[in-house]
């Protein structure tokens, strides 16, 4: 018989305490969301030269298992007049937010520190393929996700794009001929930027998947 | 009966509809606030302030909703069987007052009334389950009628130690009688069983044998959807709400006990809001009761029934004539029913067949991290697995 009476006393005291419900979509009884949670990927960008971390090197994509994206790399401008130390820059990027599963490769592939696991989870569109992302819906992500979590890169020495002291002096011949046959050009070219004017390149971009 | 009276019968009929359908909407609407805060949940919050127009809102969906005929149900019975249901549960509330005037028609014979018509759902019920055609609605309907005819018995002698107190089936009088202390004073034991069998009546949580949804995947009302379903709907929860009603006027001295203040209308406004005031905790009770236990198994809801309730109800009758009859003092009916009450609770815990026991474990916290033997431990040469 006691514990009948206990049973009634438990739901009492529980009834006296504040219910747990988040009423979720008001945007001001939400709960905080982690700061490790993982949502959709989002480039992330650099605000000492003002430019994507992200080079173009398409690692994520090839990785990608659901392939949801599809990049372009381009030549980057500031680094033509000395302002970044990045040769190629990002140029377009797409992301199928539908197809992606979160699983978070791209950013364990990514050499650059260019793309993370923002906080943005929420999907809800009225179209059918609402969910396909451009470039600079992926910066403001990334952008929205640095604000958010005072994000540093992991490798900030490497992957840096404030141009070093050696950059800002003419580099010799030979060094530049070695880097370009890093990528494969002949090594006649002396800078970067010809071997992009004669290397030809695909009508549709480098690579498309989704 | 004369026009007049056709008339006003008719819009009192009217308006105790209205009443009582505001009343289940307030309740369903209660009910899901109150399992809701047990839970420690919020309920129904987006429809109106705080879900309030939630059951308006479940109601248009129900009225909306297609109405299922299942093609081997038997039309006639299938169709029959909400009405049948409700009827009773309607009718009920002819002879219940809610003040002194404020009454469709007052019976004399008001109780005899109340639990001649409370028998009928059980045919509703049955109806609906064979009417169905369906095996589940079918054991439903059964279950029902084993469990309301079972219960029926304690829920009628709970009443009787009441009239024959009052020696009056008049709900009028019976209130008037309570005017210094409710008859729960005089007799815990008859507002103990009154209260259980009601519920059990009702079929509510701890007895919701017959509409138990993880056996009987919602009884006599599987194949019900729509307007049909909320008709059997409506008259459960005018139920639920007549046995509150009831409980308060038989044992917690209805609109009286205290008595309220002013004359007139002002008097008669503030009895209704004392009496809707104490059915409204019953109906907390009720609800309490339903999110705290979990549901019986049906050889304990006889065996509680049979062997329990209606040989104490008996046994409470007996004492209640016997103080009555030599006239004794009718604390010492206070004291004897306290007596059957510990009694019978003692009996609910001794039963052997629903007897629990406890078991204490107690955990030891464990500090993380690697703990350094100490010299007794090497000496021993017990090793630690850390």
Known sequence: MIGFLEGLLVTLKTAMRKPITAQYPDPDKRLDLANRYMGFPALLWDRDVEEPYCTGCMVCIRACPTLCMSAQMKDNPLHAVKKSRRRKVIDTFEVNLGRCILCGICVDVCNFDAIEMSHNHELTKYQRNGNRVNLGQLIDMGKAYQSETSWVPKQPDKNSGVPLKTDSAPRSGQEMSDRASDVGAPARHSSIAEISETTPKEPNGIETQS | ?386
């Open chain 2, 1 to 386: 009966m004369t026009l007049s009276q056709l008339v006003s019968y008719t819009l009192g009929g009217v308006g105790l509809l209205l009443f009582l359908s505001v009343m289940v909407l307030a309740m369903t609407w209660g009910e899901r606030k109150a399992l809701a805060r047990i839970q420690m949940r919020m309920g129904p919050m987006r429809v109106g302030f705080h879900g309030a127009l939630q059951p308006v809102a479940d109601a248009m969906k129900l009225i909306t909703k297609e109405d299922i005929l299942p093609s081997l149900a038997n039309r006639p019975v299938y169709w029959i069987a909400p009405v049948a249901v409700f009827l009773p549960a309607f009718m009920l509330w002819v002879t219940i007052p809610l003040a002194r005037n404020l009454v469709l028609r007052n019976l004399e014979l008001g109780l005899f009334y109340i639990t001649a018509v409370t028998v009928l759902s059980v045919l509703g019920l049955v109806m609906a389950g064979w009417g169905s055609a369906n095996k589940w609605a079918m054991l439903g309907g059964l279950r029902a009628a084993g469990q309301l005819v079972s219960y029926e018995v304690p829920f009628i002698m709970a009443i009787l130690g009441v009239a024959m107190l009052v020696q009056s089936l008049n709900l009028v009088t019976i209130v008037d009688a309570q005017s210094k202390y409710g008859y729960a004073v005089i007799q815990p034991l008859g507002l103990f069983i009154f209260l259980t069998a009601g519920l059990a009546e009702l079929g509510r949580t701890p007895f919701d044998i017959h509409h138990a949804e993880s056996e009987v995947v919602g009884g006599p009302f599987v194949e019900y959807s729509g307007a049909h379903w909320a008709v059997f709907f409506l008259a459960e929860y005018m139920n639920t709400f007549a046995v509150a009603t009831l409980t308060v006027l038989l044992f917690l001295g209805g609109w009286r006990w205290p008595d309220m203040p002013l004359d007139g209308s002002a008097h008669t406004a503030l009895s209704v809001a004392w009496f809707l005031a104490k059915t409204a905790v019953v109906v907390g009770v009720i609800f309490w009761i339903r999110g705290t236990y979990p549901r019986l198994r049906i050889d304990q809801l006889m065996s509680f029934g049979w062997k329990l309730l209606v040989p104490l109800s008996f046994i409470n009758i007996v004492v209640t004539g016997v103080v009555l009859f030599y006239g004794w003092p009718l604390w010492t009916l206070t004291i004897l029913s306290l007596v059957l009450l510990s009694g019978m609770l003692y009996l609910i815990t001794a039963n052997p067949g629903t007897r629990m026991e406890r078991k204490t474990v107690t955990v030891h916290p464990v500090k993380a991290g690697r703990v350094e033997p100490t010299a007794s431990t090497t000496q021993t040469g017990t090793e630690t697995d850390y």
